[in-house]
T-cell receptor, first 114, second 111 residues
Framework: KAGVTQTPRYLIKTRGQQVTLSCSPI?????VSWYQQTPGQGLQFLFE???????NKGNFPGRFSGRQFSNSRSEMNVSTLELGDSALYLC?????????????FGPGTRLTVL | EDKVVQSPLSLVVHEGDTVTLNCSYE??????LLWYKQEKKAPTFLFML????IEKKSGRLSSILDKKELFSILNITATQTGDSAIYLC???????????FGGGTRLMVKP
């Protein structure tokens, strides 16, 4: 089975712009979670989608949003980019999103905001 | 607020050494504790622990969870340079598929 894929792998934007990142889960996985990783804050949970519905949300401002499509692919959007949004954005998929599911991570999208 | 603390922050050892990485937590009602290895980008899954006192093993790596004392350890025996990575501990709470990560332990194994 192919792993979790994320596109693009690298992105450079300027402050005030918006960005959309894409995540394709492992085939058959219905839960997709997004995480932000920075040197200062480590890995932090953004949100989780299951069956096209946001099921959990982390402590991030409303500029961060996401959605999931019927084929379980997910996108996250960050509007009005700030310098502090520079980070590695990771998505993870799991079969059903139960607490005892293993989450498998994609390679991430490295976002740099100038 | 849920809290996961890993120690040490970083560790330098030589090939062949045995290392023990620690993960302590202040989390109520979690369902599973996971260990991941992160070398370049994607964290790769190592272990999931759900029950206290049951050791999970995979080759030179092993891990155990103590729910009474609120910690987990990851042991690596006969370390190799390929074990150099950041090791992450995460808890999955009861509210769904949301992982709370510790800050990680950076392990460097010298030849």
């Amino acid at each position: 089975k192919a792993g979790v894929t994320q596109t693009p792998r690298y992105l450079i934007k300027t402050r005030g712009q918006q960005v959309t990142l894409s995540c394709s889960p492992i085939s058959g996985h219905r839960s997709v979670s997004w995480y932000q990783q920075t040197p200062g804050q480590g890995l932090q949970f953004l949100f989780e989608y299951f069956s096209e519905t946001q099921r959990n949300k982390g402590n991030f401002p409303g500029r961060f949003s996401g959605r999931q499509f019927s084929n379980s692919r997910s996108e996250m959007n960050v509007s009005t980019l700030e310098l502090g949004d520079s980070a590695l954005y990771l998505c993870a998929s799991s079969p059903t999103g139960r607490e005892t599911d293993t989450q498998y991570f994609g390679p991430g999208t490295r976002l740099t905001v100038l | 607020e849920d809290k996961v603390v890993q120690s040490p922050l970083s560790l330098v050892v030589h090939e062949g050494d045995t290392v023990t990485l620690n993960c302590s937590y202040e989390v109520t009602n979690f369902r599973s504790l996971l260990w991941y290895k992160q070398e370049k980008k994607a964290p790769t899954f190592l272990f999931m622990l759900t029950s206290s006192g049951i050791e999970k093993k995979s080759g030179r790596l092993s891990s155990i969870l103590d729910k009474k004392e609120l910690f987990s350890i990851l042991n690596i025996t006969a370390t190799q340079t390929g074990d150099s990575a950041i090791y992450l501990c995460a808890l999955n709470n009861n509210a769904g598929n949301m992982l709370t990560f510790g800050g990680g332990t950076r392990l460097m194994v010298k030849p």
